[in-house]
């Protein structure tokens, strides 16, 4: 089965890069260069309609993971404009102060999504102390895919984990690698056995007009179809690679 890609985007230029290159999926935020907040109703809306599965990022400010009951209330409110917006799913993430997953409150943000938008957990997962027992308490919420780094800094780096994990899920739940990733971390990472990727994929470009007294920033960065494209024919290669081993071990 061939490997989806997601790509996280923050505005409507890189909803139309994302489309426009025939990546499988989007991840919809703000600030990513916070991170990823969660994005606002009017870039809900203008990605509604892309024709790609849509998960938008629900977290309400940059940070840790946190929550206090301001931000769980949020959250919850946040997720319900995305079910109203008519996009595929959400990306949650909730932590307790040990770093273990915060339960109770995943549990409400997937009960408030409800039965009809997948959802995923996200990097949250990669701060959890031990990784299958956090494994085991996403799967138990209904959590449908995990986003991870293989408790590395780099989804590269974490590679031996990420298989590790793709066995202990056993199917039960989606493993994606995401942090990091580059064209050269696509032959590891397919190796690994991961369901899906996710990836950047920006430049930086220069500021167009005046910033006046903002000049916090030469310019900003952007989804680069470019990149994506060179990511997408580097896992194509990694997996008929794999594919070529295979048949070579059946003969």
Do not use: W, Y
């Not at 590395?152 to 493993?175: D, F, K, Y």
């Amino acid at each position: 089965m061939a490997i989806a890609l997601e790509i996280c985007v923050d505005d409507a230029e890189g909803i139309r890069t994302a489309v426009a290159t025939g990546v499988d999926q989007i991840e919809l935020c703000a600030a990513l260069a916070l991170g990823g907040l969660t994005p606002p109703p009017g870039l809900m809306r203008q990605a509604a309609g892309c024709g790609l599965p849509v998960h938008a990022m629900i977290r309400p400010r940059p940070g840790d993971f946190l929550f206090s009951a301001d931000d769980l209330q949020a959250a919850l409110d946040d997720i319900r404009a995305v079910r109203a917006a008519g996009l595929a799913g959400v990306v949650i993430g909730a932590s307790r102060h040990d770093g273990r997953l915060d339960a109770e409150a995943l549990a409400r943000q997937a009960e408030a999504a409800g039965d009809n938008m997948r959802v995923t957990l996200h990097r949250a997962f990669d701060v959890a102390p031990d990784a299958d027992e956090a494994l085991e308490t996403a799967i138990a919420l209904g959590i449908d895919r995990i986003m991870t780094a293989g408790h590395a800094p780099t989804a590269a780096a974490g590679a031996a984990e990420l298989s590790h994990l793709m066995r202990i899920a056993g199917g039960r739940v989606a493993i994606m690698a995401g942090g990091g990733i580059e064209p050269s971390d696509a032959a590891v990472l397919v190796a690994a056995g991961v369901d899906e990727l996710h990836a950047a994929c920006r430049v930086l470009r220069p500021a167009a007009g005046p910033l006046g007294s903002l000049q916090i920033a030469a310019g900003r960065p952007v989804t680069d179809g470019a990149a994506i494209a060179r990511l997408q024919a580097a896992i194509r290669a990694a997996e008929a690679d794999r594919l070529v081993a295979e048949l070579g071990k059946q003969d």
